[in-house]
């Protein structure tokens, strides 16, 4: 089970940090991915982590490359979307997924 945490509302230029909590596995073990789906469009990828065993390398969508961080607590069990410099572009609903796996999402709205 992942359970995502930290949306909320946020004003352009701002941060916000989204959190995903699993149970029943060991994220250190996979891949980890942070999806958004936007009002009318399509799920996309957002950012991933690959396992500790593989490195632990992440990939970026371009258009959040230089804002966005991916990165895992393995202590926790939880891995993380650290989103900076937010624009409107940029609100959706956040998912993490791993292993065909998703979580029931956290809404992002940025608005002044």
């Known amino acids: 089970q992942l359970v995502e945490s930290g949306g909320g509302l946020v004003q352009p230029g701002g941060s916000l940090r989204l959190s995903c909590v699993a149970s029943?596995?060991?994220?250190?073990?996979?891949?980890m991915g942070w999806y958004r789906q936007a009002s009318g469009k399509q799920r996309e990828l957002v950012a991933a982590?690959?396992?500790?065993?593989?490195?632990?390398?992440?990939n970026y969508a371009d258009s959040v490359k230089g804002r966005f961080t991916i990165f895992r607590d393995n202590t926790e069990n939880t891995v993380y979307l650290q989103m900076n410099s937010l624009n409107p572009e940029d609100a959706a609903v956040y998912y993490c997924?791993?292993?065909?796996?998703w979580g029931q999402g956290t809404l992002v709205t940025v608005s002044s």
């Open positions: 029943g596995t060991i994220i250190r073990l996979y891949t």
């Open positions: 982590i690959t396992s500790v065993t593989s490195g632990g390398s992440t």
């Open positions: 997924y791993s292993r065909g796996v």
